[in-house]
């Protein structure tokens, strides 16, 4: 088995021996792949909208949160995707896949519940809600997956524990409905806002790379690559 001293050139070597074809093979592997839909739950600031007019003294505002809802999540394009050496820093590996383009797209719905307050009480109910597609961009980013070492000293192998995406972030929403009011424009405006700030798809595209079948033969291959090595040092 290998001294604690050189466990990590065998994990290093064994992801040089693979990284090329994983980062050749990634991004067919899992472009058009679903997502797991998404739901949020926040106040989305938006009934103010409906204060059009003389309101009698009262005006509208949030009741509660509202909804956003995420669905057919499925990414589009995953493009230049080169592969970096393994950093490894006490039992936590980082395999780091630098890529030009990451995008994800999907249809959204939202709806926010209103109400009407007048003199502190509330009144009548009303919503403000619509529906339309999103697509999400990470550019110049760089998805790094992240493994554990475990039993480097008996039986050398390795873990996921996640992956993260990271990159230049965008986002573009097109509405079902068009735009052909000052309303809808500004309805859109902050929406996309929100998405772009907190909504980003991140976690839907983080947990995919760090569960998908790709990543597990990945982790799989690794292990067969480390463990052919060690059974070669044993040998000699």
Sequence with gaps: MPAVSDWKDVVRAA???????????????????????????????????????????????????GTIQLTSVRVGDFTSVSAGPATIENLDVRLPLPF???QASCRYTYEQPCAFYSFGKKGPPSKVNGAGTMNAKSEGGTLTYRLRVVDPDKALRLEMTGATVDGRRSVEVKPDSPLDSAFLRWLIEVFAGGLQERLIIKSALESFFAHDQFSRDMVNELNRIIGATLAERAQG
């Design 15 to 65: 992801w040089n021996r693979m990284k090329g074809e994983v980062s050749s093979e990634l991004p067919r592997a899992v472009l058009g792949k679903p997502l797991s839909d998404q739901r949020f739950n926040q106040g989305l600031g938006v009934c103010n909208l409906l204060n059009t007019g003389d309101t009698g003294g009262g005006s509208w505002g949030d009741d509660g949160q």
């Design 100 to 102: 030009a383009l990451l």
